[in-house]
């Protein structure tokens, strides 16, 4: 039997208003291990599509028109909007957007986005909770302060979050729940404009899309014989994109001076992580409601341009591979890159950008997958992230019974196999001897034995007690997703 594929329906999901910590393995915009998220995705299970391929000219029933965008918020879009989406403006920008982002309807939905990612308290120390006590006084004084122009965004909180199976950690940027609520309302009106030409190769942050759809055309292209990989990583993206470039590739689209406005004013919010803090000259903010939709704005002319040259690249955020049939091809693909990075102020990063051959020894990693000579598992950051997380809930000292013990670890077990039940046989069946390894151990201090279960504890404890204990198995699951996906 083969690997289960990575199937199309997995994986689907779309990033929206909030803050959260590090996504490591909890959420659906990344699966365990893989690289971290932008922060600022809520966590609604609600699957979205893309439009279909736009209609170049003609009108389109109106609930035609709909299904094809019914992702974007009905509060906002309406079906003559959809339509002018489709069919194109005048002059290619959109005027008079503000007095959508204002109202009163597609707040009081940002606020419900907001509240359903939790998320810390702002500089105000106001809490998701505290603002909703007085729900909508809140909303009606937001929508009447961004209607007369007197609105101003409050400073940002900074903190810092370890990276996921790093000992690095990342500066996560926390706006105030108001201000989360006006850049929630933000893009739900500007991310369809832009969302109609984003390129197809591009995965991150997008409605519909997700980990899974990016893994899954790697995996297609490398079977395809696309073996040379340019494996790229942008160094410190989100802290260096231009601030003026930035706004000028917003500005190609939105013509709406007070919509502009408010993006700038976020993008120069003071930074608090000291008494005094700064105002930003680049970047935006990892936390921001609003920078997935502007990251995804500055890359997408290198998603064009790398899909002109006809090669075959997959983005999700800063973190992309191109895949080439050869060598020569790949260093093309890669010099056009750095040529492109470098003119938009950007930089790739030295030690993680390199060009590899997939089907030799050493390979690469994406999205917390390792590609190898046809094969494909956990990278060994994900790996080692998964047992530190198993030891600290298996430390022999534990004091919870078995059944506790093991009811905690299904809950972490289950969502890893999730996201990398593609991984080869061999991955699981260690991983579950690991695991049954370090419940002995508990077993074993329990009867005032020192050092590892194992020898003997195999007949005291075999694995047939494990199971009946109802331990998950990852060989078990493993060869359940084989036989319903008819491999």
């Excluded at 996921?164 to 989360?180: A, C, F, H, N, Q």
């Excluded at 369809?192 to 995965?203: K, L, M, W």
């Excluded at 494909?376 to 004091?399: E, F, M, V």
Aim: charged share 25%.
């Amino acid at each position: 039997m083969q690997e289960p594929e990575f199937k199309p329906e997995e994986g689907r999901r779309t990033g929206r208003a909030g803050v959260t910590a590090p996504v490591v393995a909890k959420k659906w915009r990344n699966g365990h291990g893989a690289k971290g998220a932008q922060e600022g995705g809520d966590v609604t299970e609600q699957t979205k599509q893309l439009p279909d391929a736009v209609p170049a000219s003609g009108a389109s029933p109106a609930g035609e028109i709909r299904a094809r965008w019914a992702w974007v918020e009905a509060e906002v879009w309406t079906e003559r909007m959809l339509t002018a989406l489709e069919q194109g403006v005048l002059g290619g920008k959109w005027f008079s957007l503000m007095d959508k982002v204002y109202a009163l309807r597609n707040l009081w939905r940002a606020f419900e986005r907001v509240k359903s990612n939790g998320g810390a308290a702002g500089v105000d120390h106001v809490t998701v909770e505290e603002f909703e006590r007085h729900l909508e006084a809140n909303l009606a004084k937001l929508s009447q302060t961004l209607h007369d122009g007197s609105y101003r965004p409050q400073a940002i909180r900074r903190v810092w979050i370890p990276k996921p199976g790093s000992k690095e950690k990342r500066p996560l940027g926390i706006p105030t729940v108001r201000d989360r609520v006006v850049q929630a309302a933000l893009r739900a009106v500007l991310e369809p404009i832009f969302e109609r030409d984003f390129a197809a190769q591009s995965y991150g942050f997008r409605p519909n899309r997700g980990c899974k759809d990016a893994l899954r055309r790697v995996d297609d292209r490398l079977k395809a014989g696309y073996s040379w990989v340019v494996d790229a990583d942008l160094k410190s993206y989100f802290d260096t994109i231009p601030h003026a470039a930035l706004l000028h590739r917003v500005r190609e689209k939105v013509a709406d001076s007070q919509v502009l406005g408010r993006l700038e004013a976020f993008l120069t919010a003071r930074v608090m992580e000291t008494a005094e803090g700064w105002a930003p000259e680049e970047g935006t903010p990892q936390g921001a409601v609003s920078s997935p939709l502007l990251s995804n704005i500055y890359l997408d002319p290198l998603d064009h341009l790398v899909a002109e040259a006809g090669d075959e690249m997959v983005r999700y955020a800063d973190d992309f591979v191109i895949l080439c049939r050869s060598e020569a091809t790949a260093r093309q693909a890669l010099e056009r890159v750095q040529s492109w990075t470098a003119a938009a102020g950007l930089q790739l990063h030295p030690t993680k950008t390199r060009i590899v051959d997939a089907t030799q020894a050493g390979g690469f990693d994406f999205l917390g997958y390792h590609f190898e000579q046809g094969q494909r598992g956990p990278r060994r950051k994900s790996l080692d992230q998964l047992k530190d997380t198993i030891r600290a809930k298996t430390r022999r000292t534990n004091g919870q019974s078995l059944p506790v013990i093991i009811t905690n670890l299904n809950r972490t077990l289950q969502g890893w196999f999730g996201y990398f039940k593609h991984s080869r046989s061999s991955t699981f069946s260690v991983l579950d001897a690991w695991l049954r390894m370090r419940l002995r151990s508990i077993l074993r201090k329990r009867r005032g034995h020192c050092g590892l279960g194992q020898g003997l504890d195999h007949l005291r404890w075999p694995n047939a007690f494990f199971a009946e204990q109802g331990l998950f198995s990852f060989v078990t699951a493993h060869a359940t997703a084989r036989q319903s996906s008819g491999r």
